[in-house]
């Protein structure tokens, strides 16, 4: 499948091999999601009723995956708002770029894997919600 919209927020669902002794899902760079990956990092550990801290990128783009429990994923493009709930570890949620988000609701022993189109760069944060009003 190829993957051209990098514009567009939307649920990709990943290759899944059925095994009696347990599944496997996979993920190769650049290949089902929209771009190459160069960082990875997971969220775990969060205390019942918090969440992850909105913010929006200039150029990173991600892919977003429940590993274990569930979560949503807000996305805000500067005009409307859609909630994404990830509870399977074969299916993410594809992030572009200038896309306000933030990480609620939370299960217990929950596991936000994301994987990232750059390398950590504070300057490509925008962490004020009306400063990326004004930049979109």
Same mark, same amino acid.
């Given at each position: 499948?190829?993957?051209?919209?990098?514009?567009?927020?939307?649920? @990709?669902?990943?290759?899944?091999?059925?095994?009696?002794?347990?599944?496997?899902?996979? @993920?190769?760079?650049? #290949?089902?999601?929209?771009?190459? #990956?160069?960082?990875?990092?997971?969220?775990?550990?969060?205390?019942?009723?918090?969440?992850?801290?909105?913010? *929006?990128?200039?150029?990173?783009?991600?892919?977003? $995956? *429940?590993?274990?429990?569930?979560?949503? #994923?807000? $996305?805000?493009?500067?005009?409307?708002?859609?909630?994404?709930?990830?509870?399977?570890?074969?299916?993410?949620?594809?992030?572009?770029?200038?896309?306000?988000?933030?990480?609620?609701?939370?299960?217990?022993?929950?596991? *936000?894997? #994301?994987?990232?189109?750059? *390398?950590?760069?504070?300057?490509?944060? @925008?962490?004020?919600?009306?400063?990326?009003?004004?930049?979109?």
């Amino acid at each position: 499948m190829e993957l051209t919209d990098n514009k567009t927020p939307r649920l @990709i669902e990943l290759p899944k091999i059925n095994d009696p002794r347990g599944n496997l899902t996979y @993920i190769e760079s650049g #290949v089902g999601i929209p771009f190459k #990956v160069m960082r990875n990092y997971w969220i775990y550990d969060v205390p019942s009723g918090k969440w992850r801290d909105g913010h *929006a990128f200039k150029e990173q783009q991600e892919f977003i $995956i *429940a590993l274990s429990g569930s979560f949503d #994923v807000v $996305i805000n493009d500067g005009e409307k708002e859609q909630t994404f709930h990830l509870s399977r570890p074969q299916i993410g949620l594809y992030v572009p770029k200038m896309m306000w988000r933030y990480i609620s609701n939370f299960s217990t022993n929950s596991v *936000a894997l #994301v994987l990232s189109s750059t *390398a950590y760069d504070p300057k490509d944060y @925008i962490e004020d919600f009306n400063d990326f009003k004004t930049q979109k």
